[in-house]
């Protein structure tokens, strides 16, 4: 990988790699196709029977907001979990579920094996992974480390467990302005990896000194500030949240921004009636449930052109369907399973990232 860097501290990678890379997520999304909507009565026969081999297996569901709404209640109902990523994790390694069932992305699979080793980790579907893991390969990512070696290695979740075995430290979007300030404040130079629309704005809110790796996630990178602004002209009540995937000119425009659990305490904390929302539309149904006599409006992304296939809605996430989790906990499919010796070296920054997360909790 040949590199070197933008005024912005952007690492300009090999365009060659750029154009692999949007290939290789461009595959992956051709590949993901929505499952079929199930009729109300087999709807009810998944639920059933999910709900009954949940408790044979002694399983718990750890789902994220992204996923279908009755896979989220189903998780609840059941005695499981639906919450945002750093969330997800701590409820996956603290459960004594003998087999966690994780509706969400792949990298949310792996975190959950690697603190869990003796629990059974399967998935819905191993198809549901990211663009920002696709575009950061660890190869590549290995190199641009040794490459700035005085840089502390910071990467954000949504990567694979040998990105993560190269890091010193693991974030979420829930802590990663605290943690890399936190950094920031004891000298430390930041080499950031994989998105860099919240890279930037880590660097933006912190004036840490980054290094930021070069990928976006398909779907907030569809938020547009120009149509942002036009809707808020229309609901000048209303205020607007973001998740800080989103471009920096969405960022500017958002009155708070933050993961998708900071955004629905946001929703109810907040006395607005209105709100504008750039970030999946999975989470309205939390948003709805927590406040359900406010108002929730989609942020305009690219608009309905045949290329917008990734518009608030994140085909990954999507492949999690009532069906494939009743196949999956009937045949035990789709087990994740993660080399032993990255998950020993992962298991490092991703436990000083929960041990951060407890601290800023106060916990
Ligand atoms: P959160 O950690 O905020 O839930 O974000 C995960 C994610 O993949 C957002 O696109
Ligand atoms: Fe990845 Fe974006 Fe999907 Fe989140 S919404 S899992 S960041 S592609």
Same mark, same amino acid.
């Given at each position: 990988?040949?590199?070197?860097?933008?005024?912005?501290?952007?690492?300009?990678?090999?365009?060659?790699?750029?154009?692999? &890379?949007?290939?290789?997520?461009?595959?992956?999304?051709?590949?993901?196709?929505?499952?079929?909507?199930?009729?109300?009565?087999?709807?009810?026969?998944?639920?059933?029977?999910?709900?009954?081999?949940?408790?044979?297996?002694?399983?718990?569901?750890?789902?994220?907001?992204?996923?279908?709404?009755?896979?989220?209640?189903?998780?609840?109902?059941?005695? *499981?979990?639906?919450?945002?990523?750093?969330?997800?994790?701590?409820?996956?390694?603290?459960?004594?579920?003998?087999?966690?069932?994780?509706?969400?992305?792949?990298?949310?699979?792996?975190?959950?094996?690697?603190?869990?080793?003796?629990?059974?980790?399967?998935?819905?579907?191993?198809?549901?992974?990211?663009?920002?893991?696709?575009?950061?390969?660890?190869?590549?990512?290995?190199?641009?480390?040794?490459?700035?070696?005085?840089?502390?290695?910071?990467?954000?979740?949504?990567?694979?467990?040998?990105?993560?075995?190269?890091?010193?430290?693991?974030?979420?979007?829930?802590?990663?302005?605290?943690?890399? &300030?936190?950094?920031?404040?004891?000298?430390?130079?930041?080499?950031?990896?994989?998105?860099?629309?919240?890279?930037?704005?880590?660097?933006?809110?912190?004036?840490? &000194?980054?290094?930021?790796?070069?990928?976006?996630?398909?779907?907030?990178?569809?938020?547009?500030?120009?149509?942002?602004?036009?809707?808020?002209?229309?609901?000048?009540?209303?205020?607007?949240?973001?998740?800080?995937?989103?471009?920096?000119?969405?960022?500017?425009?958002?009155?708070?921004?933050?993961?998708?659990?900071?955004?629905?305490?946001?929703?109810?904390?907040?006395?607005?009636?209105?709100?504008?929302?750039?970030?999946?539309?999975?989470?309205?149904?939390?948003?709805?449930?927590?406040?359900?006599?406010?108002?929730?409006?989609?942020?305009?992304?690219?608009?309905?052109?045949?290329?917008?296939?990734?518009?608030?809605?994140?085909?990954?996430?999507?492949?999690?369907?009532?069906?494939?989790?009743?196949?999956?906990?009937?045949?035990?499919?789709?087990?994740?399973?993660?080399?032993?010796?990255?998950?020993?070296?992962?298991?490092?920054?991703?436990?000083?990232?929960?041990?951060? *997360?407890?601290?800023?909790?106060?916990?």
């Amino acid at each position: 990988m040949t590199e070197t860097l933008a005024d912005s501290g952007v690492a300009v990678v090999d365009e060659d790699r750029l154009i692999a &890379d949007t290939l290789l997520v461009k595959r992956y999304l051709d590949r993901a196709v929505p499952p079929e909507a199930p009729s109300a009565r087999q709807r009810a026969e998944y639920r059933d029977a999910i709900m009954g081999l949940l408790e044979r297996r002694k399983a718990a569901i750890v789902a994220h907001y992204y996923v279908d709404a009755e896979l989220q209640e189903l998780a609840e109902e059941s005695g *499981g979990f639906v919450g945002d990523s750093l969330e997800m994790a701590r409820f996956g390694r603290d459960c004594d579920a003998e087999v966690l069932v994780v509706a969400g992305v792949r990298f949310m699979g792996e975190t959950a094996k690697i603190l869990s080793p003796g629990k059974t980790v399967l998935m819905p579907t191993l198809e549901a992974t990211c663009s920002l893991d696709l575009a950061c390969p660890a190869d590549d990512f290995s190199r641009f480390c040794d490459n700035h070696p005085e840089h502390t290695v910071v990467v954000y979740a949504n990567t694979s467990a040998a990105v993560k075995a190269r890091a010193d430290w693991v974030v979420t979007s829930s802590i990663a302005v605290d943690l890399v &300030d936190h950094l920031s404040a004891g000298g430390e130079r930041i080499l950031w990896a994989p998105d860099r629309h919240l890279g930037a704005y880590i660097q933006r809110v912190t004036g840490a &000194d980054m290094l930021l790796w070069d990928a976006a996630c398909i779907v907030h990178e569809e938020f547009k500030a120009r149509g942002l602004k036009d809707l808020i002209q229309v609901h000048p009540e209303a205020a607007v949240l973001a998740h800080p995937e989103s471009p920096a000119g969405v960022l500017e425009l958002a009155d708070f921004v933050g993961s998708t659990t900071q955004i629905i305490r946001a929703a109810s904390d907040l006395p607005n009636r209105q709100f504008i929302v750039a970030t999946d539309q999975g989470i309205f149904h939390k948003l709805q449930m927590r406040a359900p006599d406010k108002e929730f409006i989609v942020a305009p992304t690219a608009g309905k052109g045949a290329e917008c296939r990734s518009c608030a809605s994140c085909p990954w996430m999507g492949l999690n369907s009532l069906h494939e989790m009743r196949e999956t906990l009937e045949n035990g499919d789709n087990e994740v399973l993660v080399d032993a010796e990255l998950a020993r070296q992962a298991m490092i920054p991703l436990r000083r990232m929960l041990d951060f *997360g407890k601290q800023m909790a106060g916990d």
